[in-house]
């Protein structure tokens, strides 16, 4: 572990796309763990109906598992990154906007927006990863990257229950939901903000780590 986050600390391009992954997980469980209540409660739906939204918003997810290569072989992996990570992580600001009857599209298209972003970034990164890092080094990175990670999905949960006691489910919805955007501002301010492709060199070696011999 020590030596996964000295890599990811030492390295630019892996230190922006974790810690953008952390900030945007604490957005995503933030949502996740009040909307199912948001449906029920605020927009007055049946649990039925709720599970059906919920299993369409999930088709996003398949549809950026699908889209993910040919966009990125397309206009490079770093702008496919800024594509799904940023521009379709702006469709969350609609979830909050849904109401009952024809509103309820609102809900659907939010979230098949952010679910489509979130696994086509995940593809692109699974794939940067693996050519990126020294293989000796890439379980120890996958296993940190995920630590840092989703060490931020329970304090999103919190956080979600949280504002949605304090300020009601609609506002802590909207703080929520503004959050996956906003998360992309971390991808904005790096370099991936001004390349085309993410490098496919690998880091140097950790200091401490001496080279392999014959």
Same mark, same amino acid.
Do not use: D, W
């Given at each position: 572990m020590a030596e996964g986050l000295r890599l990811i600390a030492g390295d630019r391009w892996l230190r922006t796309l974790t810690l953008f992954a952390a900030a945007s997980n604490l957005a995503l469980m933030?949502?996740?763990?009040?909307?199912?209540?948001?449906?029920?409660?605020?927009?007055g739906l049946s649990p039925g109906l709720v599970g059906g939204l919920i299993?369409?918003?999930?088709?996003?997810?398949?549809?950026?598992?699908?889209?993910a290569r040919r966009v990125a072989a397309r206009v490079g992996d770093a702008r496919?990154?800024? #594509?799904?990570?940023?521009? $379709?992580?702006? &469709? !969350? @600001? *609609?979830?909050?906007?849904?109401?009952?009857?024809? +509103?309820?599209?609102?809900?659907?298209?939010?979230?098949?927006?952010?679910?489509?972003?979130?696994?086509?970034?995940?593809?692109?990164?699974?794939?940067?990863?693996?050519r990126y890092c020294p293989p000796e080094l890439l379980g120890r990175l996958t296993?940190?990257?995920?630590? #840092?990670?989703?060490?931020? $999905?329970?304090? &999103? !949960? @919190? *956080?979600?229950?949280?504002?949605?006691?304090?300020? +009601?489910l609609r506002a802590a919805m909207w703080i929520t939901s503004a959050g996956i955007p906003l998360a992309g501002l971390i991808l904005l301010f790096s370099p991936i903000r001004r390349s085309r492709d993410?490098?496919?060199?690998?880091?140097?070696?950790?200091?401490?780590?001496?080279?392999?011999?014959?």
């Open positions: 933030g949502y996740q763990s009040i909307q199912v209540v948001f449906l029920v409660r605020t927009i299993s369409a918003v999930s088709l996003g997810g398949v549809a950026g598992a699908f889209c496919a990154t800024l #594509v799904f990570e940023v521009g $379709l992580a702006v &469709g !969350a @600001l *609609l979830m909050p906007m849904t109401v009952e009857g024809p +509103g309820l599209v609102l809900f659907v298209a939010g979230g098949v927006c952010v679910t489509a972003g979130v696994v086509g970034g995940n593809v692109i990164k699974a794939s940067f990863q693996q296993a940190t990257s995920a630590f #840092v990670s989703y060490g931020t $999905l329970p304090l &999103g !949960a @919190l *956080l979600g229950g949280a504002l949605g006691t304090a300020l +009601g993410l490098p496919g060199s690998t880091p140097p070696r950790p200091h401490h780590e001496a080279p392999a011999t014959a």
